[in-house]
């Protein structure tokens, strides 16, 4: 039981550059959030979902997309990064809207 | 805009001593969690508090709620040094239909001094 997975840890981008950062959750939970996390700031959430091919806005949705094609996965892409765009994001799932969050490790990600 | 805020956003103290974080909040809310996250990791969930909950233990943790001022405290007793991290109160709150926002505070950095 892995919990949380996501992919890459590390990245770094140009400007423009577009790329996917992957979620797999392995606890067959309905809801799962990514956030970013940047100093000063604490997380805040960007996008999430609360089942398979659902999603919705978060506070800071601009510049980002996202896809929950299968219900243990949910995609968050970038079309074309921004320096702005350079932060940890942080996956997170759980089974109902009453319980703990269950987060991934983070992907750092860093746009030139 | 963030829905919790953490008072202090720093705290120091000495091993053995008691810490206390606050976290208030501006709308009502389902629940109320806090998280802990040491440097370079994830958060992991310490303790949850429902709203119709006042008070709360686990271990040498222990949470209040007051939702009348929007506000709580999680305690940690006899702080040891591994307890240097990062806290988080998170606010969970309904958004309309099956739509469940979990909104995070900045965080209180706590260090314990050996």
């Known amino acids: 039981n892995a919990g949380v997975t996501q992919t890459p840890k590390f990245r770094v981008l140009k400007t423009g550059q577009s790329m996917t950062l992957l979620c797999a959750q392995d606890?067959?939970?309905?809801?799962m959030y990514w956030y970013r996390q940047d100093p000063g700031m604490g997380l805040r959430l960007i996008h999430y979902?609360?089942?398979?091919?659902?999603?919705a806005k978060g506070e800071v949705p601009d510049g980002y997309n996202v896809s929950r094609l299968k219900k243990q996965n949910f995609l968050l892409g970038l079309e074309s990064a921004a320096p702005s765009q350079t932060s940890v994001y942080f996956c997170a799932s759980f089974p109902t809207p009453y319980g703990e969050l269950f987060f991934g490790e983070g992907s750092r990600l860093t746009v030139l | 805009s963030q829905q919790g805020e953490e008072d202090p956003q720093a705290l120091s103290i000495q091993e053995g001593e008691n810490a206390t974080m606050n976290c208030s909040y501006k709308t009502s809310i389902n629940n109320l969690q806090w998280y802990r996250q040491n440097s370079g990791r994830g958060l992991v969930h310490l303790i949850l508090i429902r709203s119709n909950e006042r008070e709360k233990h686990s271990g040498r943790l222990r949470v209040t709620l007051d939702t009348s001022k929007k506000s709580s405290s999680l305690l940690i007793t006899a702080s040891r040094a591994a307890d240097t991290a990062s806290y988080f109160c998170a606010t969970s709150r309904n958004s309309g239909g099956s739509n469940y926002k979990l909104t995070f505070g900045k965080g209180t950095l706590l260090t314990v001094n050996p």
């Open positions: 606890m067959n939970h309905e809801y």
């Open positions: 979902s609360v089942g398979e091919g659902t999603t």
